[in-house]
């Protein structure tokens, strides 16, 4: 992409606080970029051949949402975490294998997508995360849920398409969490809690394709006190 182009697109910027550029084949981050670190709100990479985020990303102190889906980042840099009005970050297919330590500063993240990547467990520094809603770990390589989840404050976490073969009871203790996705993993019915059922705040818990038989899950004590907090939830949103 020519020099021209990519004036056109910082000056369009400039005006919208917005920066979209997706699909271009850039393998870098756009270093001009920074003239804009002080106004800009959005910028969205996707869809690129990006494989680095430069330290300069501490700078864009205003910005809300991030979009970097479907690149080639192997680790995000530690500069990232200072970005304290960063309210959106959508990461889907990269290749990323951890978080920075101190990712737990993103104080006003509400919405987190690291769908496709090639996380082995759920970041601890999630947890400190306090205005977190929505976070989507599908499609890694977790294995198991630590005990750690249950300072979580998200209301949605999906964890679909892992090979999760264990997860910890302290999920029945996340104070928000509504929605429960874990479909496609490697859960026995003998390991999934039944505190989920019984003594969470889960109304809708999604675990089909496992090793287990939905109709199974039925039997289980705690099943009726779920359906009761489902149905309400759906009367809810009718």
Same mark, same amino acid.
């Given at each position: 992409?020519?020099?021209?182009?990519?004036?056109?697109?910082? #000056?369009? $910027?400039?005006?919208?606080?917005?920066?979209?550029?997706?699909?271009?084949? /850039?393998? +870098?981050?756009?270093?001009?970029?920074?003239?804009? *670190?002080?106004?800009?709100?959005?910028?969205?990479? &996707? @869809?690129?051949?990006?494989?680095?985020?430069? =330290?300069?990303?501490?700078?864009?102190?205003?910005?809300?949402?991030? $979009?970097?889906?479907?690149?080639?980042? %192997?680790?995000? =840099?530690?500069?990232?975490?200072?970005?304290?009005?960063?309210? $959106?970050?959508?990461? @889907? &297919? @990269?290749?990323?294998?951890?978080?920075?330590?101190?990712?737990?500063?993103? *104080?006003?993240?509400? %919405?987190?997508?690291? !769908?496709?990547?090639?996380?082995?467990?759920?970041?601890?520094?999630?947890?400190?995360?306090?205005?977190?809603?929505?976070?989507?770990?599908?499609? @890694?390589?977790?294995?198991?849920?630590?005990?750690?989840?249950?300072? /979580?404050?998200?209301? +949605?976490?999906?964890?679909?398409?892992?090979?999760?073969?264990?997860?910890?009871?302290?999920?029945?203790?996340?104070?928000?969490?509504?929605?429960?996705?874990? #479909?496609?993993?490697?859960? +026995?019915?003998?390991? /999934? =809690?039944? &505190?989920?059922? &019984?003594?969470?705040?889960? !109304?809708?818990? $999604?675990? +089909?394709?496992?090793?287990?038989?939905?109709?199974?899950?039925?039997? /289980?004590?705690?099943?009726?006190?779920?359906?009761?907090?489902?149905? *309400?939830?759906?009367?809810?949103?009718?």
């Amino acid at each position: 992409m020519g020099n021209s182009a990519l004036k056109a697109h910082l #000056e369009t $910027a400039q005006k919208t606080g917005v920066f979209q550029l997706t699909g271009k084949g /850039l393998s +870098e981050f756009p270093e001009d970029l920074q003239k804009l *670190a002080s106004n800009l709100r959005t910028i969205d990479l &996707s @869809n690129n051949k990006i494989e680095v985020l430069p =330290p300069l990303m501490g700078k864009f102190f205003v910005l809300k949402s991030l $979009a970097l889906n479907h690149n080639k980042l %192997t680790a995000l =840099p530690e500069e990232l975490c200072k970005l304290k009005k960063l309210e $959106a970050l959508h990461l @889907n &297919s @990269n290749q990323l294998t951890q978080l920075p330590a101190a990712f737990g500063q993103l *104080a006003a993240l509400k %919405t987190l997508s690291l !769908s496709g990547n090639k996380l082995r467990t759920v970041p601890i520094q999630l947890c400190s995360l306090r205005q977190l809603d929505v976070v989507d770990l599908s499609r @890694n390589q977790i294995q198991s849920v630590p005990d750690t989840v249950g300072e /979580l404050q998200a209301i +949605e976490l999906n964890l679909n398409q892992n090979q999760i073969s264990q997860i910890s009871s302290q999920i029945s203790y996340c104070p928000r969490l509504k929605v429960l996705r874990l #479909e496609e993993n490697c859960l +026995e019915l003998s390991v /999934l =809690p039944q &505190s989920i059922l &019984s003594d969470s705040q889960i !109304s809708l818990l $999604a675990v +089909e394709g496992n090793l287990f038989e939905i109709k199974k899950l039925r039997e /289980l004590d705690g099943y009726d006190k779920y359906m009761e907090r489902f149905t *309400a939830t759906k009367k809810k949103f009718a």
